[in-house]
Nanobody, 121 residues
Framework: QVQLVESGGGLVQAGGSLRLSCAAS????????MGWYRQAPGKQRELVAT???????KYADSVKGRFTISRDNAKNTVALQMNSLKPEDTAVFYC???????????????WGQGTQVTVSS
């Protein structure tokens, strides 16, 4: 069984910064892509940023230049540094990881429980 645990959410004023962290644990052979998604009230979950095991990153246009995703492959962790936060960034942020349990080449997506980020104006 694999668990992803997020931390670092909270309340911040517009223009401020927060750093989210996510740690994966359990029956992990390897992790391919890790990422962050968010879901605002009444909206669908959307991609924020992803990072491959090799360090290639992808960002939503709305966060480019403000958010930075990073990971530590040895510790199975992924982080999201969020700067210049805006009220429209308010959402529940979820981390995910594509995990393999053996060397069979199959990966399975796991999600964290989510952490609330609230940006006040």
């Amino acid at each position: 069984q694999v668990q992803l645990v997020e931390s670092g959410g909270g309340l911040v004023q517009a223009g401020g910064s927060l750093r989210l962290s996510c740690a994966a644990s359990g029956a992990i052979f390897s992790i391919n892509t890790m990422g962050w998604y968010r879901q605002a009230p009444g909206k669908q979950r959307e991609l924020v940023a992803t990072i491959t095991s090799g360090g290639s990153t992808k960002y939503a246009d709305s966060v480019k230049g403000r958010f930075t995703i990073s990971r530590d492959n040895a510790k199975n962790t992924v982080a999201l540094q969020m700067n210049s936060l805006k009220p429209e960034d308010t959402a529940v942020f979820y981390c995910n990881a594509d995990v393999s349990y053996s060397d069979d080449g199959r990966f399975y997506r796991h999600w964290g429980q989510g952490t609330q980020v609230t940006v006040s104006s």
